[in-house]
């Protein structure tokens, strides 16, 4: 069917999403003539390939396989409403890439000069070459674009296809044109690769390393590619050959690849190099002043794919990381705890599991001079528990379901706890012993000696179970076993626990909130 690439419609769409504030849709991004039009990408394809420009071809390539993964055959009614019948420039697009540090970096096999800044085409180039491709019009076709969408739907063709089914459905359809993008894309990185422009290379290590866009893991040639991209300068495949490289024991060159990727700004190299000079690794000394400094850079640089640095950075501040032992002097040189918490919050924040229970014990005892937040605790808890699976994270959840109760010892009676906690959760939320037992019987299912102790008491008072001493008792010697102090001195006091087994096993539910949390 004819058809001309409308552009304006998508850039006055985007313009006016920007000027109401709100972000324009990614579904702008197809350029509905690619995405519907018969043979447009033969046509695109001999356009790209005029260009002669690994840049602009690079740029082309990820387009399609941005596009391509929009089509998810699973979500099709969505996709139907997101207006997916504007063409898009794509200026805006490679602007996108020439800002991203990763992006941009493509070199033409006709450039001798070894600087990388004349392996570059300039953004505005590039720019206007790729304009020229998305919006060319189809050869044979009228401006008219007043057809509706059916008509072009009816007249989709694939190479090599002679008729489309009888029975066609939306998700047949997005699944050819996903297919169609895809390995067009594919091709293209495929072809750029072997011109050995870098970030080409460093796709298809992606990819042959995690098994991504049909490849199959292979280790060997995702090496092959890291290191033929680490010699077109892209600092994360340098990050990826230095791993490669302490792996087998290449210590000097390792510290090398990880030295030249930190200095280009890989957070993952920054925070490695890091924890090089803090612990004395690869043949280092120690450098604790010089440690700390790079990890301060890391954290501050810490995203959703590595938010490790931010989460060691906290531990190391509050001298809490079981193989560092900072002077007091350095640690206030760098914010203290005050910053510390700062540090782990932000981890917690970005996803990483082991500081959001970290920063939840911290908020459920009130340490390094946070206040005692059972409202933030229980969240963070809670979003690790069941996103990350983390045995600490349900049993400080059993804690919380159970009044804060932390056990026989504990020093505090509901009304400290109520008075303590500054966000009012505790006097707000009811006891919920059922909860506290099974978080608990999941923790010390995961082999945590302290699940296993506070089990192992829940057992003995009756807390979310009916009380079985000899359960109790199994479970205080397979925490002492596993070196637990607290379950070896209750077992010794024997006489207690058969006390608590035999005596009358009325006891109240509702204890008073100046007493103690242990239940008799």
């Known amino acids: 069917m004819p058809f001309t690439p409308v552009v304006g419609k998508t850039v006055a769409a985007a313009a006016a999403a920007a000027a109401a504030g709100t972000a324009p849709s990614k579904y702008m991004k197809a350029s509905y003539s ?11 394809r001999s356009m790209a390939e005029k260009t002669r420009d690994p840049v602009i071809q690079l ?23 997101s207006g997916n019948n504007n063409a898009h ?38 720019r206007i070459s790729i304009d020229s491709i998305l919006s060319a019009p189809i050869a044979g076709s009228s401006n008219n674009s007043s057809s509706s969408n059916s008509d072009y739907y009816r007249h989709l063709s694939m190479p090599g296809d002679t008729a489309r089914p009888a029975r066609w459905t939306v998700s047949d359809e997005n699944r050819r044109k996903k297919k169609m993008l895809e390995d067009e894309g594919i091709r293209w990185i495929k072809l750029l690769a072997k011109q050995n422009v870098g970030e080409a290379a460093y796709m298809m290590a992606e990819w042959h390393q995690h098994g991504l866009r049909g490849f199959g893991k292979n280790s060997t040639k995702a090496l092959r590619f890291y290191k033929a991209a680490a010699a077109e300068l892209v600092p994360e495949a340098m990050y990826e050959v230095a791993k490669v490289d ?11 690849n990880y030295r030249r990727a930190a200095d280009k700004g890989v957070v993952e190299a920054i925070y490695r190099v890091a924890r090089i000079h803090l612990m004395g690794q690869l043949g280092q000394r120690r450098n604790v002043p010089l440690g700390l400094t790079l990890l301060a850079q890391a954290a501050e640089r810490a ?31 760098f914010g203290g705890e005050a910053a510390a918490l700062q540090y782990l919050e932000r981890a917690a924040q970005l996803g990483l599991g082991m500081a959001q229970t970290r920063i939840a014990f911290i908020y459920e005892y009130g340490l390094y001079g946070a206040p005692m937040n059972l409202a933030k605790s229980f969240a963070y808890y809670d979003i690790a528990a069941q996103k990350s699976d983390y045995p600490q994270s349900m049993l400080g959840l059993s804690r919380l379901y159970n009044h ?9 009676t509901d009304a400290e ?19 506290a037992f099974r978080w608990c019987q999941k923790a010390a299912d995961q082999g945590l000696p302290d699940a296993m102790f506070l089990l192992g008491w829940y057992y003995e008072s009756g807390v979310g179970v009916l009380r079985d001493y000899d359960r109790a008792t199994q479970l205080y010697t397979q925490a002492a076993a596993k070196g637990h102090a607290a379950a070896a001195h209750r077992l010794r006091q024997s006489n207690s626990v058969t006390r608590q087994q035999h ?18």
């Not at 690619?34 to 695109?44: E, G, S």
């Not at 931010?310 to 640690?331: M, N, Q, S």
């Not at 008075?419 to 012993?433: I, N, Q, Y």
């Open 503 to 520: 005596q009358d096993t009325r006891r109240d539910f509702h204890p008073s909130k100046s007493t103690r949390c242990t239940l008799m």
């Open 303 to 333: 995203t959703e794919q590595c938010p490790e640095p931010a989460y060691f950075l906290g531990l190391a501040l509050t001298r809490a990381h079981p193989k560092l032992d900072i002077p007091i002097e350095t640690i206030h040189q």
């Open 34 to 44: 690619l995405t519907n039009h018969p043979d447009a990408i033969k046509i695109y």
């Open 404 to 412: 804060g109760c932390r056990g026989p010892d504990d020093p505090l």
């Open 417 to 435: 706890r109520m008075a303590r906690d500054v966000s009012g959760w505790l006097a707000a939320t009811p006891r919920d012993e059922d909860a």
């Open 89 to 126: 420039r794509f200026s805006a697009l490679v602007q996108y890439y020439n800002v991203n540090p990763l992006y941009g970096r493509a070199r033409s096999v006709d450039h001798g000069d070894d600087d990388a800044s004349s392996r570059m085409m300039t953004a505005s180039a590039s």
């Open 59 to 81: 740029t082309y390539a990820k387009y399609l396989l941005e596009i391509s993964d929009l089509y998810d055959v699973k979500d099709d009614q969505r996709r139907r409403s």
């Open 246 to 256: 302490e792996q087998f024991g290449h210590t000097a060159q390792a510290l090398s």
